[in-house]
T-cell receptor, first 114, second 113 residues
Framework: KQEVTQIPAALSVPEGENLVLNCSFT??????LQWFRQDPGKGLTSLLL?????REQTSGRLNASLDKSSGRSTLYIAASQPGDSATYLC?????????????FGKGTKLSVIP | NAGVTQTPKFRVLKTGQSMTLLCAQD?????MYWYRQDPGMGLRLIHY???????AKGEVPDGYNVSRLKKQNFLLGLESAAPSQTSVYFC????????????FGPGTRLTVT
């Protein structure tokens, strides 16, 4: 059974700092990996999707990398801002019955201090 | 486009009552999913659908039923609610052409007393 772990569970950084969030998974037979953002009391917003054949994806100040062989992904946030404060979730997609299902990590709660 | 919408946003039920949660998407996605999110447990898949008229069980299906009579709608039913079903429920949808990237609704907060 696929297991996804995110470390640390919580992170507090001063504004302007670059930071890295970590995600690890136990089964390398994944289809893709998604990073989501969740604000308190809200739904999930997809940030980046990395296909299994890709090594990284970039969107603005965000860069996600994927190393399937070692079962790891990182989300790099450059020049952090207070608006980046949220919980970040990592999820890996695997093949299910006729579809691709996601297994989620428990998230990293990020606080960016002004 | 509204994306994925969920009705209702909040609900309080007494033990043994029944209710239906509605998920609607306007993106013509084939695949739809129901998750629950609990503190310390993360998101877990309840049921999913790969197309109109089809449903399948996820990781935690017990106590729930689903139906997908129309492509744009996915209903989650609780026939006899239990306190253990107190949770936040999220619906999501995806399409093969976007590598099954999942788009989520805003959630329904359900409390069973």
């Amino acid at each position: 059974k696929q297991e996804v772990t995110q470390i640390p569970a919580a992170l507090s950084v001063p504004e302007g700092e670059n930071l890295v969030l970590n995600c690890s998974f136990t089964d390398s037979a994944i289809y893709n990996l998604q990073w989501f953002r969740q604000d308190p009391g809200k739904g999930l917003t997809s940030l980046l999707l990395i296909q299994s054949s890709q090594r990284e994806q970039t969107s603005g100040r965000l860069n996600a990398s994927l190393d399937k062989s070692s079962g790891r992904s990182t989300l790099y946030i450059a020049a952090s801002q207070p608006g980046d404060s949220a919980t970040y979730l990592c999820a890996v997609a695997y093949s299910g019955a006729g579809s691709y299902q996601l297994t989620f990590g428990k998230g990293t709660k990020l606080s960016v201090i002004p | 486009n509204a994306g994925v919408t969920q009705t209702p946003k909040f609900r309080v039920l007494k033990t043994g009552q029944s209710m239906t949660l509605l998920c609607a998407q306007d993106m013509n996605h084939e695949y739809m999913y129901w998750y629950r999110q609990d503190p310390g447990m993360g998101l877990r898949l309840i049921h999913y659908s790969v197309g109109e008229g089809t449903t399948a069980k996820g990781e935690v299906p017990d106590g729930y039923n689903v139906s997908r009579l129309k492509k744009q709608n996915f209903l989650l039913g609780l026939e006899s609610a239990a306190p253990s079903q107190t949770s936040v429920y999220f619906c999501a949808s995806s399409v093969r052409d976007s590598f099954y990237e999942q788009y989520f609704g805003p959630g329904t907060r359900l409390t069973v007393t």
